[in-house]
Every structure is written in C-alpha cells, then in structure tokens.
C-alpha cells in the first residue's frame, strides 16, 4: 500500500496541533511518513541534489508551500510534474492561501494551515485506513459532498448577480469563475445545457434550483 507523505519545515506546528486538539500524528504512521525536522532536512537536500524518486512510494503529496528556501518554485514545478504524471493527489498549504481551492485531473488542493491543521486532518487519516485518501475530506470535512455543493452554489449565485443583465453568457467563462467542473467531475453531475459554447440565464437559474434540491436531499441523509 502506497503511503500518504507529510513534508513541514516548521515542526512547532505540528506540535501546537497535537498540544490544541489531542490529535498525536504518530497514531496514523502506518498510512503516512512524517517529514519534519531531521527527516525534512534529509529530504530537502534530496530534493536540492534532484533527486525525486523517493515520492514514487506514495499516492498523496502534502506540502508546505513555502518549505524550499531558495529552489522553492523549482521544487514545487517538479512536485507539479511528477503528480500529473503520475496520477498522485497533491495538497499545498500556506498561511498565505487565502481560499481553500479544489482542482482536478490531477486531484490537487490549496488550503490555509489553519484548515489544513484542524479536525478534518484527523478524519482524512481515518477514513484512509480502509479507503483511497479523499483530499477532499482536507477541504471540505465529512460531509465533503454537501459542503462541496454549497460552495458551488456560492460561486454560481454571485455570478448570476454579476451578470443579472445578461441573457447568454459564455460558458467557459462561467466554468472559470464558478468551479462547476468539480460537481461535474466529483458528484458525476450533468453538465448544464449550452448552445454553441453559451449558456442562457434561465437555464443557470434552473441548475440552481437542481442543485438545491439535491443539497436537501444529501442534508436529510445526514440528519
């Protein structure tokens, strides 16, 4: 079994985590290598002498984003490179991320260390004792399905305000700004109906009517 690996510079984090939540690390060493601060210096002068084959044994990539010193940006390019090519899960988190941010094709995943170091660390670790590491646990919790939805919903009703005037609209743009491939990707949802690459108003109004309707339902699966 491919492990999950765990790359931060800065052990006192992990260390606050631990002391804040009760949650110690080592419980879950059997499906994850810490690399912190020794194992992390042995790393980084790997990764300084470029040499990468040591992240062929695991599926999932978690880094800090600024761990790298002065070959930062080369060594997340090549973390980048091998993940795609490889079909691994890549997961960025910073203090400076703002936003928690989904891609996919790769899965890959931008999250704040204060998200990323909360109780949805522990869940994700859980759940991938018996199933294939979900990062999207990390983003979004247990409920990731429901709160993926709702964030989508976000996304598609501020930019049916922004563009409220509008009868067609573009349908890459729409894709852009609100992040549907994730639902199209992720829940296997039916991608709204367009018409020569342009969306119409009311067809968006209808998928959002849809997309209600099914955060009600998963809700009462919940409750």
């Not at 598609?156 to 609100?178: H, P, S």
């Amino acid at each position: 079994m491919k492990k999950i690996m765990l790359i931060d510079d800065r052990t006192e984090r992990q260390i606050l985590f631990s002391k804040d939540t009760g949650i110690d690390l080592k419980t879950y060493s059997n499906i994850f290598d810490n690399f912190t601060a020794e194992s992390y210096e042995e790393l980084f002068k790997e990764f300084k002498d470029d040499k990468f084959g040591r992240l062929d044994n695991y599926e999932v990539i978690i880094t800090h984003r600024s761990a790298y010193e002065e070959i930062n940006s080369k060594v997340i390019d090549k973390l980048k490179e091998i993940c795609k090519q490889q079909k691994k899960s890549l997961v960025f988190f910073s203090g400076g991320i703002s936003a928690t941010s989904l891609a996919y094709n790769p899965d890959s995943l931008l999250i704040n260390s204060k998200s990323f170091y909360s109780h949805n660390l522990k869940l994700f670790f859980e759940n991938s004792v018996d199933n294939r590491p979900n990062i999207k646990i990390l983003a979004f919790g247990e409920h990731w399905k429901v709160n993926l939805l709702l964030n989508i919903l976000e996304n598609i009703n501020k930019f049916i305000g922004d563009n409220k005037d509008e009868e067609k609209i573009d349908y890459d743009d729409f894709k852009d700004k609100t992040e549907i491939d994730s639902i199209i990707n992720i829940l296997k949802f039916q991608e709204p109906k367009t018409t020569y690459d342009f969306i119409e108003m009311k067809d968006l109004k209808n998928l959002v009517a849809d997309l209600n309707n099914k955060i009600k339902k998963k809700v009462v699966l919940y409750v």
